[in-house]
Every structure is written in C-alpha cells, then in structure tokens.
C-alpha cells in the first residue's frame, strides 16, 4: 500500500471545468457564458491598449527582479489605496489604513479569513446566493460560514427587509461579506439609501464589515462603485476590503490585488500589520510584482485617463449586451435591472444543462450567465435558446 493511497478524489471545480467542457465543443455554435472574464465584440480577452503601453514602458524602464517587500510595492499600494478610497479620505486616514498586496482577490480574501479567524471571530456571512468560491476560502481559514437573506428568486429583487431582520439577531463582532459593487451572481446592489440603513445596523451589532470589490470601474463609474466602501469608512467604521484588478484592468493570469484593514487607531496598525506579514510569510514569502507595475504605471500617468475611457467602453458594451437580450426575451426584463458582467437567468439546474447539450450554450448550474459571452451575432440565438428551454419545462 503506498504512502497515498488514503487520499481521496475531489470533484473538479465547477466554473473551470465548465470552460474545460466549453473548449472541448466541437459545434460552431457553442456560446460561453459561464467564466468571469470581459471579452470584446469579438468574444476576445483581449489586452487592454492601456496595459500594453504599460507593459513596454516596464520593458524599456525596469531595472531589477528583485524582491518586494513582504507587505507588497508602496507605490501600488498608494495608486489603488487612492483608487477604493479616493485620494483625500486615503491622504487623510493614512495613519489608521492597514495595506498589503495579495495574490489577485481570492488572496486577498484568504489573507482576511486567516487574520480573522486568527485575531476575532470564527463565524462569517456571505450572501445568499454569493460567489462559490466565497465559501470555499473561509471554510479552508477555519471560519464557520453562513448565508444571509440577500435576493428573492421568485420576485426579482434584494431581500432588504429579511436582510436587515437576520443582522439584527447574529452575533456581535460577526464578520459581514458584503459585495462593493456589482454583486456576483445577482447584478443587483443595495441602493444607497439601503447602505446607509445597512452601515447603522453594523454599527450598532459592532458587526465586521468585509468587502469583496472585485468589479470597481464596471457597474456605474468608480465613484460610485466605490461609494458603499466610502459611506463606511468615513462613518469610522473598522473594515476590511479585498480589492482585484483582474476584472478592470483585464490582468486576469497576473493575480494582483490587495487587502486593506481600516483600524480604529495609528497605534493599532504596527500590531495589525505585523501579523498580516507573519501570514503572508509563511505561505508565499513575497507577492509578484510585474502586475502590480502595471497598475502602478497606469494610474500614476497620463495612461489613467485612457484606462477610464477603457472601462467606459467595456461598461457600455456590458449593457448593451443586457439591454439587446431583454428585447428578445421581453417577459425576461428583470435582467435589465443589474449592473456588471452578471445575471441570473432564472433557469434552474436541469435547464442549464439542457442548454448546454441542446444548444451548445454553457453558464453555471445556479443559471448565472456573462453578457461578456454575447454579441451582435449570437445574443439573438441565445435568447431564442433560453425561451426554447423555458417553454419546454
């Protein structure tokens, strides 16, 4: 008997085989709505024009592959640290913002969850429903995880009401996942009067807000993407946000993110960040630093006000995408009313899967589908694909 022979086989995770499954359809039909990747017109993921001037001018410029610091590049650092939270709030509550940089989201998400189980609580809420992975990450940090009331299936809407009831009985000091922006899967965000009712109850419960900003710049603009992480921090809340530039910079295979922990006092912040950097070096040492350059580069030149006009263009192309599939669903408009890469369809998993075998259509088994996945020559296909199935159950 070998050494290994006890272990077991897990099952594949489910949105990367998905793609695997989508590569390996053979009909010219095939459309992948499944992956949370923007692709052009042409169904490319492509490099941005802003990142490849980027690219060249590290090419031309850079001296040296040696090591970043343990908590991450201070320029990158203070380029996004502007960006999440706008460059006076950053300026002004230096002192009190605890900043590292991760392994694209996802660690920035593992690096909160260690820290937290470590140092506060055991038990967090994510949304109902929320990204897979969401419960993956902390269930792997030790966490318990639990779901909170978040969206009605049956009408099409946030649950706000069952939302703000269940806060008010968890515990205090629980830990809240809370999406900054173009909520994954849903597409639908709390308004900003409801985040202001949100911010009182966590107040009140002493509740630990953590949120995921994964799609800043893809929902309305980066103002107002960020204006929920905003509300909080300027009402003194202590926080954490774990922010991605795969989505908005189009960096995908570069993993660059970051973590930042709003503490209430300067004298706190040694104390918080001397564990972080325990954590980050018993796991992986240092963070890579060619796609935090990149970042750096764009937002500190001239290259930011193209950046801007790049996501315009890719939040334009999203809701276009969205707005052309309503018009051929027509009893399907509740989709328009989201903002971001996601929706849910309303299928439920045998429907999806009879898309996918039917008509070579693939999105996740809750029926989350990517508008990234349409274009001018198929969104017409897939609606009609989608009422096909609707109409067959």
Same mark, same amino acid.
Request: proline share 3%; aromatic share 10%.
């Given at each position: 008997?070998?050494?290994f022979?006890?272990?077991?086989?897990?099952?594949?995770?489910s949105?990367?085989?998905?793609?695997?499954?989508?590569q390996a359809?053979?009909?010219?039909n095939?459309?992948?709505?499944g992956?949370?990747v923007?692709?052009?017109?042409n169904?490319?993921?492509?490099i941005?024009?802003?990142?490849?001037?980027?690219?060249?001018y590290?090419?031309?410029?850079?001296?040296t592959?040696?090591?970043? #610091?343990?908590?991450?590049?201070?320029?990158?650092?203070?380029?996004?640290g502007?960006?999440v939270?706008?460059?006076n709030?950053?300026?002004?509550?230096?002192?009190?913002?605890?900043?590292?940089?991760?392994?694209?989201g996802t660690g920035?998400?593992?690096?909160?969850?260690?820290f937290?189980?470590q140092?506060?609580?055991?038990?967090?809420?994510?949304?109902? #429903?929320?990204?897979?992975n969401?419960?993956?990450?902390?269930?792997n940090c030790?966490?318990?995880?639990?779901?909170?009331?978040?969206?009605?299936?049956?009408?099409?809407?946030?649950?706000?009401?069952?939302?703000?009831?269940?806060?008010?009985?968890i515990?205090?000091?629980?830990?809240?996942?809370?999406?900054a922006?173009c909520?994954?899967?849903?597409?639908?965000?709390?308004?900003?009067?409801?985040?202001?009712?949100?911010?009182?109850?966590?107040?009140?419960?002493?509740?630990? #807000?953590?949120?995921d900003?994964a799609?800043?710049?893809?929902?309305?603009?980066?103002?107002k993407?960020?204006?929920?992480?905003?509300?909080?921090?300027?009402e003194?809340?202590?926080?954490?946000?774990?922010?991605s530039?795969s989505?908005n910079?189009?960096?995908?295979?570069?993993r660059v993110?970051?973590?930042?922990?709003?503490v209430?006092?300067?004298s706190?912040?040694e104390?918080?960040?001397?564990?972080?950097?325990?954590?980050i070096?018993?796991?992986?040492?240092? #963070?890579p630093?060619?796609g935090?350059?990149?970042?750096?580069?764009?937002?500190s030149?001239?290259?930011?006000?193209?950046?801007e006009?790049e996501?315009?263009?890719?939040?334009?192309?999203?809701?276009?995408?969205?707005?052309?599939?309503?018009?051929y669903?027509?009893?399907?408009?509740?989709?328009?009313?989201?903002l971001?890469?996601?929706?849910?369809s309303?299928?439920?998993?045998?429907?999806v899967?009879?898309?996918?075998?039917?008509y070579?259509?693939?999105m996740?088994?809750?029926?989350?589908?990517n508008?990234?996945?349409?274009?001018?020559?198929?969104?017409?296909?897939?609606?009609?694909?989608?009422?096909?199935?609707?109409?067959?159950e």
């Amino acid at each position: 008997m070998g050494v290994f022979d006890q272990v077991t086989l897990l099952l594949p995770d489910s949105i990367f085989q998905l793609n695997t499954s989508y590569q390996a359809d053979i009909r010219k039909n095939k459309v992948d709505l499944g992956v949370g990747v923007y692709k052009n017109e042409n169904l490319l993921a492509e490099i941005l024009p802003s990142v490849e001037k980027a690219q060249k001018y590290l090419l031309k410029n850079e001296k040296t592959k040696t090591y970043l #610091p343990i908590e991450g590049d201070p320029l990158f650092l203070k380029a996004v640290g502007q960006l999440v939270f706008g460059a006076n709030f950053f300026s002004a509550h230096q002192e009190r913002l605890v900043a590292v940089q991760a392994i694209g989201g996802t660690g920035a998400l593992k690096l909160a969850g260690i820290f937290l189980k470590q140092e506060l609580s055991s038990k967090v809420y994510v949304s109902n #429903p929320t990204w897979p992975n969401h419960q993956g990450i902390f269930r792997n940090c030790g966490l318990q995880v639990y779901s909170y009331p978040y969206y009605d299936k049956s009408n099409r809407c946030i649950e706000f009401e069952k939302l703000m009831q269940f806060l008010s009985l968890i515990e205090e000091k629980s830990i809240l996942v809370l999406h900054a922006c173009c909520h994954n899967p849903t597409g639908m965000d709390l308004t900003p009067a409801q985040s202001k009712i949100l911010l009182k109850v966590c107040q009140d419960k002493k509740i630990i #807000p953590l949120f995921d900003c994964a799609y800043l710049g893809l929902g309305e603009s980066i103002q107002k993407d960020r204006a929920m992480i905003r509300l909080f921090a300027e009402e003194g809340m202590e926080m954490l946000v774990a922010f991605s530039c795969s989505k908005n910079f189009g960096l995908y295979a570069e993993r660059v993110g970051a973590l930042w922990i709003l503490v209430e006092s300067c004298s706190v912040k040694e104390n918080v960040i001397s564990q972080l950097k325990k954590i980050i070096r018993t796991n992986y040492s240092n #963070p890579p630093k060619y796609g935090a350059q990149i970042v750096t580069h764009i937002l500190s030149s001239n290259l930011k006000k193209e950046w801007e006009l790049e996501l315009f263009s890719m939040r334009k192309r999203m809701n276009q995408m969205r707005h052309s599939l309503c018009a051929y669903l027509k009893k399907h408009l509740f989709l328009k009313q989201g903002l971001g890469m996601f929706g849910l369809s309303g299928l439920n998993h045998s429907q999806v899967k009879q898309l996918q075998e039917e008509y070579a259509i693939y999105m996740t088994a809750n029926g989350r589908m990517n508008f990234c996945g349409l274009n001018a020559g198929n969104v017409k296909y897939v609606a009609q694909s989608l009422l096909d199935v609707i109409c067959e159950e």
